[in-house]
């Protein structure tokens, strides 16, 4: 035992253990009724218990038998038979049980001083010592022999005599020791049996003592919080005298126990007593033990003997011998040692002198440099030096701490902001500090605006980059860049148009293409989403071939994506293809830093209808993202995504994804994303068509519209689109075409998207039927089928086709109808639009309908709704239930339909909200909505009109 450690209390009681007192008290048992001698060895970890189970034992399954302990001491193993006179010898302190005027065997000191010479005389003296504890046992007795691992020779030869040559006398022998700390792990030799093979107690048993479980832990602290208590638990392993050891209050935080933590201190007492497991070391040993206190576990002898401050050999042979005395372990599979425990550790490093400790941490710091150690380690070190007063080493700490902080970004951008902002913390603002402060700052306003605080990379490049002087690297430039592409993504498209403009416009003579092709993105970029793309660049850079790759095809995909925008799809097709060819050559590791490039590939093979090429690098844009911790392209890529499932008819997906792009978009602080958000959250919702779907629809686009306060940005312009469609959807056709009217800006739409413009002219379509205008749907009609056929995308000439569908449809021109409407899928499957193509299918099995055509009505019904199943939308089965024929069919929307039909059945409005898992009031607002527009006055007017138009239909 380790005394004063073992023996602190562990808390108000003894907890645990129960089924090995029960073995002791068998023990015990077996010795007094049997009139034999037992043995029970009690093993293991330092500060386990092994002292207080015994006691426990002895108090409760022995309490009049007498018993005598003895304690080995480290500084006693020179003195021969030390633990049995330390147990037996007069004048020891009374035990208790032992009757009075009873004798204590004496142990003479010259008969065992020295140990005998011979094997025959050993064995004489053994013996004599036998017959001695014979005496004492005569009517039963416990002997204790504790803390064996610091026996002497002779103590542990007369142990193994007695387990060889039982004592013939109610003798019960309990050794207890540390298996590591001997010689071999079974000093003595094997227990005789398995304890579970006879209930019969055995001669000799072994008791090996494991922690604590973390229910037995919080009995013993009934008092401490729940989440320091597992802190604790985890730091100590659930040894009860670590767990002693630790001082009062919070643990040590971290996931790194063995860091100090400022102010955390184990109790004087406990590290007096742990010292004296290191007192009597040797000087390369003791120094190796303190030097592996400094470097963190596990550590290897190389790295020992630069702190130690020792030669290699003779480290690694300090490190062996420590082993050896379980101060330090191997750790399996290396070539490494650590601590036996972490509070062994804190320990041996409080107990180091601090001026020692601050030169030694400074030797592993260089040591570690020197060794190409990972930047996590030489960071800890570097941190661990800035903390002291004395500042000779900063100028070191903040090259470790920038460097780590390169190597790390993107795995844990958190801890290279953290060491960053250290670094930039500890260098003064001089005049001689000046570069380094401007480039350390640098590197925390890329590596916080890649984790997603804006505002703080903002910060730091409006007060660093007016610092950068010109220079033909183009550092500068790039800095400006990285400058205005924080604006951009805070929606200050004007500043950064400005910023990069002014820059591109002042690139030094001979600078490099990497700084000018990606200020010219930021000016595309900024330009597409201020709602005003750039037309055109300067001709150095456009027809420059050479750069980065990665540079040139961010540029290529912008500059593709504003012909996109303006309808040159030739212009947009040449350079998607250059620079899809450019990206699809390079590796990941060049193109985890450019989401952007990705984002604008992605974008502009969607517009022209390449879905699959779009998916392919939009995930794998993802995939690095994602990897690399980067909100900042992260939201961007999961709007682009967003919009690729909403085209796709993956409803589902687009809302889950823009969900995440909503909370991405939150965290960074970027208003206009998370209005884009919003919006595709929208769209998708409405097109769902669940029965609480539509209200929420409108309430998230009406956020959208609130958040983009300029519509004429590409956000603005989403967001009142995005509304347009929920409202239409939720039956309000009137401020559906208010608000595309107001986005396009004249009535040929010219401020939307060219390649977009069919699908919107074919809203306006849908929103005039809805109020019965169809000589206005038949205009809307036309003009989309103008623009299509000036696009030539199959996708968007399938919405002309199906508007012109709808309005033959609508003037009861059903073989004209059909014809257009089965066009209109196969374009939409073409463009792989599966929502689409469902709902041109509806309207076409209701037209075959109208015909009385069963056959094609039942397989483009069955396909229809196929389809719907597949995308996630009840809008396709709400549809098919809709009547052909009058116009004041069209009134209602496809909801207000499927109420109204329930509502003729002679259903309550409970039952029918029950049905559609919506209130009975909002069923009642429905019915009040479907009166106002059919023209009745009750449910039984609704009967009539309802069965008037089916009359019609058929």
């Not at 108090?59 to 049995?84: I, K, L, M, N, S």
């Not at 939720?730 to 413009?757: F, I, N």
């Not at 919405?799 to 066009?823: D, I, K, N, W």
Request: proline content about 7%; hydrophobic content about 45%; aromatic content about 4%.
């Amino acid at each position: 035992m380790t005394p004063g450690l073992e023996n602190a209390p562990t808390g108000p009681c003894f907890v645990g253990r129960g089924a090995q007192l029960a073995r002791i008290g068998k023990a015990q048992a077996a010795a007094l009724g049997h009139g034999r001698q037992m043995v029970c060895e009690v093993v293991g970890e330092p500060g386990i218990g092994k002292t207080r189970f015994v006691r426990e034992a002895l108090e409760r399954c022995a309490p009049t038998v007498p018993w005598a302990v003895g304690t080995c001491a480290p500084d006693e193993r020179g003195v021969p038979f030390h633990v049995f006179r330390h147990a037996l010898t007069k004048g020891q302190p009374p035990r208790r049980g032992l009757r009075a005027g009873r004798p204590a065997p004496t142990w003479a000191e010259p008969a065992g001083a020295v140990p005998p010479a011979s094997d025959a005389r050993r064995f004489r003296t053994y013996q004599a010592a036998r017959r001695l504890i014979g005496l004492a046992a005569r009517d039963g007795l416990v002997l204790v022999l504790d803390d064996l691992h610091w026996a002497d020779a002779p103590s542990t030869g007369l142990i193994a005599h007695l387990l060889r040559y039982p004592v013939p006398a109610p003798l019960l022998l309990v050794l207890v020791y540390r298996p590591r700390q001997m010689a071999t792990p079974m000093p003595f030799g094997p227990p005789e049996s398995d304890e579970n093979a006879d209930p019969e107690p055995t001669s000799r048993d072994r008791i090996e003592l494991r922690p604590l479980g973390l229910a037995e832990v919080a009995l013993l602290h009934p008092h401490v919080d729940q989440a320091e208590l597992r802190a604790r638990y985890d730091l100590t392993g659930g040894n009860p005298g670590y767990l002693a050891a630790l001082p009062a209050g919070p643990a040590p935080a971290g996931s790194d126990p063995l860091r100090e933590a400022p102010g955390v201190r184990l109790p004087d007492a406990a590290v007096a007593v742990l010292r004296r497991e290191w007192a009597d070391l040797p000087s390369v040993e003791l120094a190796c033990l303190r030097a592996g206190a400094i470097v963190d576990a596990p550590f290897a002898p190389d790295l020992l003997a630069e702190v130690a401050q020792v030669p290699a050999a003779l480290a690694v042979a300090a490190g062996w011998r420590l082993a050896r005395l379980d101060l330090i372990r191997r750790v399996p599979g290396t070539g490494r040692f650590a601590f036996r425990h972490p509070v062994l550790r804190m320990a041996v490093a409080q107990d180091t002198d601090p001026a020692w400790r601050v030169d030694a941490c400074a030797r592993a710091l260089t040591a570690l440099v020197d060794l190409g150690a990972p930047a996590a380690d030489r960071a800890r070190y570097a941190e661990r030096l800035l903390a002291l007063p004395n500042g000779r080493w900063a100028g070191r700490c903040v090259d470790v701490l920038s460097r780590a902080a390169q190597e790390i970004r993107r795995e844990t951008p958190d801890l290279a902001i953290r060491w960053l902002r250290l670094a930039l913390r500890a260098l003064r603002p001089t005049a001689g500090e000046a570069q380094r402060r401007r480039d350390v700052s640098l590197a925390l306003a890329q590596v916080t605006g890649e984790a997603g605080d804006l505002a703080e990379s903002r910060a730091l490049l409006q007060e660093i980059v007016p610092l950068f002087p010109a220079d033909p690297e183009g550092r500068r430039a790039q800095a400006v860049a990285l400058w205005a592409r924080v604006e951009r993504l805070l929606g200050n498209y004007a500043e950064a148009v400005a910023i990069s403009r002014r820059e591109l416009a002042a690139l030094p003579a001979g600078t490099g293409p990497t700084g000018g092709y990606r200020l010219a993105t930021e000016i595309g970029v900024a330009g597409i989403l201020a709602g005003r793309p750039v037309a055109g660049l300067p001709d150095a850079l456009t027809a420059d071939p050479g750069g980065p790759g990665v540079d040139r095809a961010g540029l290529l995909a912008v500059r593709g994506l504003a012909a996109v925008h303006d309808g040159a799809l030739d212009d947009a097709r040449g350079l998607l293809d250059a620079g899809a060819r450019i990206v699809d050559s390079l590796p990941d590791r060049d193109l985890r830093d450019h989401p952007d490039c990705l984002t604008a590939l992605g974008l502009t093979e969607l517009y022209l209808e390449r879905q699959a090429d779009a998916v392919r690098h939009l995930d794998r844009g993802l995939t690095l993202v994602r990897a690399s911790h980067r909100d900042d392209g992260l939201c961007q890529l999961l709007l682009a995504r967003t919009e690729v499932a909403y085209h796709a008819g993956r409803l589902s997906t687009a809302i889950g994804l823009a969900t995440e792009a909503g909370i991405v978009a939150r965290r960074i602080g970027s208003r206009h994303l998370l209005s884009f958000a919003l919006a595709f959250e929208a769209e998708a919702t409405a097109w769902r068509g669940g029965p609480r779907d539509d209200d929420r629809a409108v309430a998230l686009a009406r956020s959208a519209v609130g958040i983009a306060t300029d519509p004429a940005t590409w956000c603005g312009r989403t967001a009142a689109t995005a509304l347009a469609t929920a409202a239409l959807l939720a039956g309000d056709p009137a401020t559906c075409a208010e608000l595309v009217r107001s986005a396009g800006g004249d009535s040929r739409l010219s401020r939307l998207q060219t390649t977009l413009r069919p699908m919107w002219h074919e809203l306006l379509c849908a929103a005039a039927l809805a109020a019965g205008e169809v000589d206005d749907a038949e205009r809307q009609a036309r003009q989309a089928m103008a623009e299509a056929e000036q696009v030539g995308l199959p996708g968007q000439r399938g919405f002309a086709e199906s508007a012109y569908g709808e309005v033959l449809l609508a003037r009861g021109e059903v073989p004209a109808a059909q014809l257009h409407l089965e066009t209109a899928a196969d374009l939409f499957r073409s463009g792989g639009m599966a929502l689409r193509r469902s709902l041109a299918l509806a309207s076409l099995a209701r037209a075959a309908e109208a015909a009385d055509q069963p056959g094609p009505a039942a397989r483009a019904r069955r396909r229809a709704l196929e389809l719907a199943g597949w995308c996630g939308t009840e809008r396709v089965a709400l549809r098919l239930a809709r009547p052909v024929g009058p116009r004041e069919a069209a009134a209602l929307t496809d909801r207000e339909w499927h109420i109204a039909r329930l509502a003729t059945t002679g259903v309550t409005s409970r039952l029918i909200g029950r049905q559609l898992n919506i209130s009975p009031r909002t069923v009642e607002a429905h019915l009040t909505r479907i009166y106002r527009k059919a023209g009745v006055a009750s449910r039984s007017g609704l009967v009539a009109w309802v069965a008037r138009l089916d009359d019609t239909d058929r």
